[in-house]
């Protein structure tokens, strides 16, 4: 369809407006909201009939989950992907190759979270995809990724770790490079997934990053911009910036229904997908550490269970209440709402200090 429109820009100056960037972000997330929002009660109707007793809750976990939690479906990142993916495909120039990196890590992230959240809920137990084994598939679709946005990178960066804040230093990781550049991906897809734990956690926040990378995306890849800022120059991943909008949109579309009490959960088929998304546009904008600040908030919660398990093998104690950390806050008394809202307030902040880095060089 794009490619069809700009075709007439020459002879119809009103179709120039598709060949700027921003107003196709701005048509990537009209397109996925309204998509949500249109399919969106029917796919919640036909995941609650086939799931029937819904996502299966920890008997571990918080006790009010047993009551607030209990019946819900799942999959509910099926409504993001599929209006997220429309979207791009509507909008997106298709001949750039870091755009189906990130599709490639998006898709093949959603259809490993898919299969886990499919185990859950026919064998209505919390164990789903072995860790091991799922791991590895995240691992091999995320080194394909790298392999793909490495051949686009600039050669005398392309293997390089730039570091926020300074001006002009990169890193030379080598092949290293492509082994970080994948955990930065598999990470960021597992940090999502943990921090999904309550009604309207994790959506807000990835849309708060996916906002964040937008505006780094069109700035690292224009040219005036990324001198005037003092950027490395990655041509190309403008584009990324219609991805981020897409995310945006779909995901408002989400919280719709997955606002308290929510009406369908995200999964794990979302929450990976999202996560590897933003992963694999920091690492082709070259910002991953930048993307450990925006995404601190995930980094967290990784981190809380991180220390939960090390400390209690290793010591026999454990250091919170309970793990990830927003559980820990619900042991403390805080209410769902409270956590939810305090840590939006603490996304925020923190894509403010990430995007400050894009000055202060």
């Known amino acids: 369809m794009l490619y069809f429109l700009q075709q007439f820009a020459d002879s119809f100056p009103v179709f120039n407006v ?7 972000t701005g048509g990537a997330i009209i397109t996925a909201l309204f998509f949500v929002f249109l399919f969106g009660p029917g796919m919640v109707s036909s995941l609650r009939v086939r799931q029937g007793k819904g996502q299966p809750i920890r008997e571990d976990g918080p006790q009010s989950h047993l009551l607030t939690k209990k019946g819900k479906p799942t999959m509910g990142g099926l409504m993001i992907l599929s209006g997220a993916l429309v979207s791009i495909l509507l909008w997106a120039d298709l001949s750039n190759m870091y755009v189906w990196a990130v599709l490639l890590v998006t898709t093949g992230f959603g259809l490993v979270g898919f299969y886990d959240d499919y185990l859950k809920v026919k064998h209505q137990n919390h164990k789903g995809f072995g860790g091991k084994p799922r791991l590895l598939i995240e691992s091999a679709i995320a080194l394909v990724a790298c392999v793909i946005i490495a051949s686009q990178a600039p050669e005398s960066y392309s293997n390089a770790l730039l570091l926020p804040f300074v001006k002009d230093l990169a890193i030379n990781l080598g092949l290293f490079y492509f082994i970080f550049a994948a955990f930065v991906i598999v990470g960021a897809g597992n940090a999502v997934n943990l921090t999904d734990g309550l009604d309207g956690l994790a959506i807000v926040p990835v849309m708060i990053a996916a906002s964040a990378f937008g505006l780094i995306a069109y700035l690292v890849g224009n040219q005036v911009y ?6 490395n120059l990655v041509p190309g991943t403008g584009e990324l910036s219609i991805i981020c909008g897409a995310l945006i949109g779909a995901g408002l579309g ?10 369908i959960i995200m999964g794990d088929t979302g929450s990976l997908a999202l996560g590897g998304a933003l992963g694999t546009i920091a690492v082709a904008t070259k910002h991953e550490i930048v993307m450990a600040i925006v995404g601190g908030l995930f980094v967290l919660e990784a981190v809380s269970v991180i220390v939960q398990v090390m400390s209690y093998r290793l010591f026999g104690k454990r250091v919170f209440k309970m793990a990830p950390i927003h559980h ?3 042991h403390l008394g805080w209410t769902e709402s409270q ?5 939006w307030i603490i996304a925020m902040v923190l894509a403010l200090i990430g995007l400050s880095s894009l ?3």
Do not use: D, G
Not at 18 to 24: D, I
Not at 254 to 263: K, T, V
């Open 18 to 24: 598709f060949r700027y960037l921003s107003f196709r």
């Open 226 to 231: 990324s001198e005037y800022l003092f950027l």
């Open 254 to 263: 989400f919280l719709w229904f997955n606002a308290p009490p929510a009406q």
């Open 328 to 330: 820990h806050f619900e």
């Open 339 to 343: 956590i939810v809202i305090r840590f």
């Open 359 to 361: 000055k202060l060089r």
